[in-house]
C-alpha cells in the first residue's frame, strides 16, 4: 500500500511513464486519495525506488483504476498485470465487481494491455468534460455548510440573540415540543431522513458546553440524554444511535440523538450532516403520533 512518503517517487514514475500532470497536482491527488482509498491505492518497490503503481477508488457504485504506471525500463515484465490483479482481487473481496477506467484514445499500447487484460471498451458511453470557472467569488458562499465561524461568535457564545433560549419550551418551525424535561427539553425534528431523531436541549439557562456545567448538573444533563437514547430504542428500534453534541453554529448546549437503520443513507459511518435532513418536512399526524410515542417511552424509563 502506498504511504505519504511515496509520494516523491511516485511522481517521478508517473513523470517517465508519460502519466505526470505537474507534480504539485500530482501531489494533491495522492494526499487525496490516501485519505480516502489507501487500501487499494498500491505501489510496487525495488530496492527502495518504485517501479509501479496503480491508484484505485472507489465512488460509491464502482470500482475506478487510475495511474497504473510501470518504470519504463520494466514494463513487458508482468508487473503491470500483478499490479491490475491485486488491485482487483481486493476490490473484489470487498463486494465491488464492476471496475471501470479511462485511457487517451491515442494511448494504443495501453489499449491493447487492457484488452489483452479482458477490459471492454465501452463505446456505449461518451465520456463528458468541462472545465468550470472558479474564479468567481460568490461561489464559496454557495457552499452547503460554512467553513468559518461566525464573525459575532463571541456574543453567540455569550448567549446574545440565542435562538434556542428564545424558542424553549415553545413552537418552531424545524422541531416539535416532545417533552420539558427537569435540565433538557426534548424536541422531534421535522425534516429528518432518520425516523425519530431528537434533539436534547439544555434548559436552565444559556449554557455551552457539558464540561462548563457544574459536575452535578453535567451528569444530570446526560442522563436524561441517555434517558431519551433508551426511549428512542424501544420506540424506533434502530441499529444504532448517534449522540452529536457539536453547537458550532449555536452554541448553546444540545445533544442530536439520531437513531441509525440498516438501509440508512451513509451505513456503516458518520452522518455527512446535509443528509440529515428530508427535502420535506414529514406529515404532522405522523410527527405527532411519533411524540407521543416517545412521551409514553419517557414515562416508562427509570428517573435520570
Ligand atoms: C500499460 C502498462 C501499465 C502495462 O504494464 P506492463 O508491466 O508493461 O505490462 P505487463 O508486462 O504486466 O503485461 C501484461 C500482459 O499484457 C500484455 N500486453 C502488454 N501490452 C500490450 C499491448 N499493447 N497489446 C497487447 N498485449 C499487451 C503483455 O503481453 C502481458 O501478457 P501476459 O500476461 O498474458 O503474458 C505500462 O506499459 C505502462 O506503464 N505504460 C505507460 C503508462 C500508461 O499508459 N498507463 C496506462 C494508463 S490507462
Ligand atoms: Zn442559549
Partial sequence: MASAADAAGLCSLWAAAGLGRGEAVDRAEITERLRRDPWIFLVAEDSGTIVGSVMACY????????????????????????????????????????????????????????????????????????????????????????????????????????????????EHPSSLLVARGEVADVRLDRHSRFRGYCVAIWNQGHAVDPSDLEPVQAARYWAEVTRLGRALQEVFRPLKLNYLTLGNTVPHLHTHVVPRYPDDPAAGGPIPWELVRAEGPAEEIELERQAEAIRTALAGQPAG
Fill in 59 to 170: 465512488d460509491g457504485h464502482r470500482g475506478w483504476l487510475k495511474r497504473v504506471a510501470v518504470r519504463p525500463d520494466r514494463q513487458g515484465t508482468g508487473l503491470g498485470r500483478a499490479l491490475v490483479e491485486e488491485a482487483e482481487s481486493r476490490l473484489l473481496r470487498s463486494g465491488i465487481s464492476q471496475l471501470r477506467l479511462a485511457v487517451e484514445a491515442a494511448n494504443t499500447a495501453a489499449l491493447g494491455f487492457w484488452a489483452h487484460l479482458g477490459y471492454q471498451r465501452c463505446d456505449d458511453i461518451a465520456y463528458h468534460q468541462r472545465d468550470l470557472d472558479d474564479s468567481d467569488a460568490s461561489f464559496a458562499t454557495m457552499r452547503p455548510w460554512p467553513t468559518t465561524w461566525s464573525a459575532d461568535w463571541p456574543s453567540r457564545v455569550a448567549g446574545q440573540g440565542c435562538s434556542m433560549c428564545s424558542s424553549l419550551g415553545g
